[in-house]
């Protein structure tokens, strides 16, 4: 016995069809998912040695001849509890390359600022890399950030060359282009 197909009133279906052919646009309309920027010198790091958590303090002088790749972070942020995976296979992966990660935490909420529960989620997500506290938000703010997570990724003569925002996941489309500009950045 064949099954009944549902059918819908015409107004209805054209409303369907309207809201397909919406999302389908606003999909066709997405940014990169990684953005070149204008070429601009990468921020001095701006937290006090004591700022530093596994590892550092670093500077742009140290790191000249390494891409970086800077990983703007707070601990509450599940978007970027959910990218560490891919960040730390990044790691791993790229360990004996010219690469080094660099964790900016930048709190959203003053219980945020405590070093002692910034370590414990450095600890939690084991991360191997240096994270500087950034807990005045001045980092944040002189790279014209806005958003939890932000990967830069740094040339090696120190110029942020291109950004993604948002979540990564190993093998998502974001995490395919950052690595695909990451290698293009490591020949250069």
Same mark, same amino acid.
């Given at each position: 016995? $064949?099954?009944a197909?549902?059918?819908?009133p015409p107004?209805?279906?054209?409303?369907? #069809?309207?809201?397909?052919? *919406?999302?389908? %646009?606003?999909?066709?309309?997405? $940014? $990169? %998912?990684?953005?070149?920027?204008?070429a601009?010198?990468?921020p %001095?790091?701006?937290?006090?040695? =004591?700022?530093?958590l596994? /590892?550092?303090?670093?500077d742009?002088?140290?790191?000249?001849?390494?891409? *970086?790749?800077?990983?703007?972070?707070?601990?509450?942020?599940?978007?970027?509890?959910r990218?560490?995976?891919?960040?730390?296979?990044?790691?791993?992966?790229?360990q004996?390359? &010219?690469?080094?990660?660099? /964790?900016?935490?930048?709190? &959203?909420?003053?219980? !945020?600022k405590?070093p @002692?529960?910034? @370590?414990?989620?450095?600890? !939690?997500?084991?991360?191997h890399h240096? *994270?500087? #506290?950034?807990?005045?938000? %001045?980092?944040?703010?002189?790279?014209?950030n806005?958003?939890?997570?932000?990967?830069? #990724?740094?040339?090696?003569?120190?110029?942020?060359?291109?950004?993604? *925002? /948002? &979540?990564?996941?190993? /093998?998502?489309?974001?995490a395919?282009?950052?690595e =695909?500009?990451l290698?293009? #950045?490591? @020949? &250069?």
């Amino acid at each position: 016995m $064949p099954t009944a197909t549902p059918r819908f009133p015409p107004r209805v279906r054209r409303a369907m #069809l309207g809201i397909a052919c *919406v999302a389908l %646009a606003v999909l066709a309309l997405q $940014p $990169p %998912a990684i953005q070149p920027v204008a070429a601009a010198p990468a921020p %001095a790091f701006t937290g006090p040695p =004591s700022a530093w958590l596994n /590892g550092g303090p670093l500077d742009w002088q140290q790191l000249r001849g390494k891409v *970086v790749l800077l990983d703007v972070w707070t601990f509450e942020c599940w978007n970027c509890y959910r990218s560490f995976p891919w960040l730390n296979d990044l790691a791993k992966r790229y360990q004996d390359a &010219e690469l080094q990660i660099v /964790g900016i935490h930048s709190p &959203e909420f003053d219980h !945020e600022k405590d070093p @002692a529960a910034v @370590a414990a989620k450095i600890a !939690e997500f084991e991360l191997h890399h240096p *994270v500087m #506290l950034d807990n005045d938000m %001045a980092y944040w703010k002189a790279l014209g950030n806005r958003y939890w997570p932000a990967f830069y #990724l740094v040339d090696k003569q120190g110029v942020i060359r291109y950004r993604h *925002v /948002g &979540e990564t996941h190993i /093998g998502s489309r974001s995490a395919n282009a950052l690595e =695909s500009t990451l290698k293009k #950045l490591l @020949a &250069e």
